[in-house]
């Protein structure tokens, strides 16, 4: 499965409710279903954002068909040079229902996440520490022992 790469800035130049709505802009177009459900989770995908999970491990989305897709955010600093690399996706992989989305997580704050999300089946929250794998039939990072580079990818 191929995977595309996203960097959004966020605070100082964003606050985290703002950074929350880039990612949305990212990932589904206006007026499309899956952005209403996206704009549902914004207090909670702040939260994510304000405690920088979001930083150490990516939002991970998997599309019914297409490449999945992982957004990082970026903080302090670095968000400065951040937000003028920041590069549009050719496709709105949220622009549907028919997919899912992994949030990373501090495991004291997971079950109280967790909770808060339990009405919206399609966002999973994951221990910051497991890695970026969001399908459990995958190694994680910490087992996979190996590294894929994208090529096509960081030429863009």
Do not use: F
């Not at 968000?79 to 229902?97: H, K, M, R």
């Not at 949030?103 to 009405?119: F, K, N, Q, V």
Request: glycine letters at 6%; aromatic letters at 4%; proline letters at 6%.
């Amino acid at each position: 499965m191929s995977v595309m790469v996203r960097s959004i800035a966020s605070v100082p130049v964003r606050t985290s409710t703002e950074t929350w709505r880039a990612i949305v802009d990212l990932l589904a177009r206006a007026a499309s279903p899956g952005r209403d459900r996206l704009l549902a989770v914004t207090n909670v995908a702040a939260i994510l954002i304000a405690e920088e999970y979001t930083q150490q491990a990516p939002i991970v989305v998997t599309p019914a068909a297409g490449a999945r897709v992982r957004v990082r955010t970026v903080h302090g600093t670095d968000a400065v040079d951040a937000q003028t690399d920041e590069i549009p996706l050719a496709v709105s992989p949220c622009a549907g229902t028919a997919w899912t989305m992994s949030l990373p997580c501090g495991i004291d704050d997971i079950e109280e996440i967790r909770a808060s999300l339990s009405t919206h089946s399609w966002i999973t929250v994951r221990d910051v520490t497991d890695g970026i794998t969001a399908d459990p039939s995958e190694p994680s990072t910490k087992s996979a022992g190996s590294l894929v580079i994208n090529y096509e990818e960081m030429g863009r």
